[in-house]
């Protein structure tokens, strides 16, 4: 079974741009959820997606949006880069939402802002 | 103060030596989780449990829910267990909170 995806690996944007990525998860999962880690700050929760839904938010302005399509790929976007957008973002699939399920995280997509 | 505290930050380690990681959390959580990043940023999740203990090869995983406290053990150490372990709670509202990560080093 192919493990979760993202793409692009590497990214460099300057500040006031706008960026999309992308999260392909595990064949079967419906789960989707997006973090990102900086040195400062540490690995964050940005939002999860299930079902084509979102399921819950964690403590980010309004220009970090995602969503998930029909086969449960999901894309996160970032408006108006701004520096310290400058991250490491990851996201995880599970087959179910919530508590107790097991989440197996993608390779992550490293987003360098000047 | 943070709501998922681990410690240490860092540590050192000769090959064979028993490790010791330490979570402690304020808030009420559904599920604990271990995880374990690599240069490179690929996270791997070792465990997830809500009681008890769990053991995966050398690896083990130990909750107290009532000391709000978990540990992770390495016995055995190896270079290949080099990493970054990070702790993670699920809340009571499903959301994921991390701790700041152990800094693991284990030299031959």
């Known amino acids: 079974k192919a493990g979760v995806t993202q793409t692009p690996r590497y990214l460099i944007k300057t500040r006031g741009q706008q960026v999309t990525l992308s999260c392909s998860p595990i064949?079967?999962?419906?789960?989707v959820s997006w973090y990102q880690q900086t040195p400062g700050q540490g690995l964050q929760f940005l939002f999860e997606?299930?079902?084509?839904?979102?399921?819950n938010k964690g403590n980010f302005p309004g220009r970090f949006s995602g969503r998930q399509f029909s086969n449960s790929r999901s894309e996160m976007n970032v408006s108006t880069l701004e520096l310290g957008d400058s991250a490491l973002y990851l996201c995880a699939s599970s087959f179910q939402a919530g508590a107790y399920n097991e989440q197996f995280f993608g390779p992550g997509t490293r987003l360098t802002v000047l | 103060k943070n709501e998922v505290e681990q410690s240490p930050q860092n540590l050192t380690a000769q090959e064979g030596e028993f490790i010791t990681i330490n979570c402690s959390y304020s808030v009420g959580i559904s599920a604990l989780h271990w995880l374990q990043q690599h240069p490179g940023g690929g996270i791997v999740s070792l465990f997830m449990l809500s009681s008890g203990k769990k053991k995966h090869g050398r690896l083990i995983a130990t909750i107290n829910i009532q000391e709000k406290h978990s540990s992770l053990h390495i016995t055995a150490s190896h270079p290949r267990d080099s990493a970054v372990y990070i702790c993670?709670?699920?809340?009571?509202?499903?959301?994921?909170?991390f701790g700041t990560g152990t800094r693991l080093q284990v030299f031959p």
């Open positions: 997606y299930f079902s084509e839904t979102q399921r």
């Open positions: 993670a709670v699920e809340t009571n509202t499903d959301k994921l909170i």
């Open positions: 064949s079967g999962h419906r789960s």
